[in-house]
């Protein structure tokens, strides 16, 4: 079973048994539910090198000496220049299925099609011992998704719906079909006008068009169980 919260934007709060992994941290987001306590955290994942992904992983990482980054070698450099000891990064690269060596949580970075400042932009599989999650990150629709699907087989897809930078519904309902996750989460949505996805065209358009994948459409800070 795992715990999984959605805190705005592209940030997810995920709970195993033993172990807390944050995903894009950007504690400051327009959505970020005040109040949210984040007492435990031991693994922080960071898709690309934008404002609205890396977030506050400096301050989290300087705030907790024990939690561990894992990140895209480029962006592991830069954070080492801004201070951060080179103990609490795991660098890799896409593809490359990385132990991150805390509670068996390994982590595959997928290839995402958009930009980032340095390094590139990912999507990443994180797999724990009970279930599979898929962070698409910041991507349009690629066939990409299929092979790492196919492999990985991931239990829950986060999938971006906002549009304009990354997929809108009609693109994310067909990444869902492509992945054939038992749940889809959308994300990146509602946190700036710019980005006009609606969850409930999304939620319509994968009944139709990836029919066998449940929606759940979550509220910040709301948390489901898997
Ligand atoms: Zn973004």
Redesign the pocket.
Known sequence: MVKITWLGH?FFHIKTMSTDILIDPWLSNPLFPSGYRLDKYDVIIVTHA?G??IGESVSLLKKNKNAKIVCIYEVGLALEKQGISSSQIIAGNIGGPIHTHISDVKVVFTPATHSSEYGVATGAIIITPDKTVYHAG?TGITADMSIYAEIYKPDIFLVPIGGH??MDPLQAAYAVRLVKPRIAIPM?YGSFPVLYGKPEDFEKLTREIAAGTEVRILRPGETIEV
Request: without cysteine.
């Open positions: 592209s934008h609205d992904h910041d930078y990354t990146h």
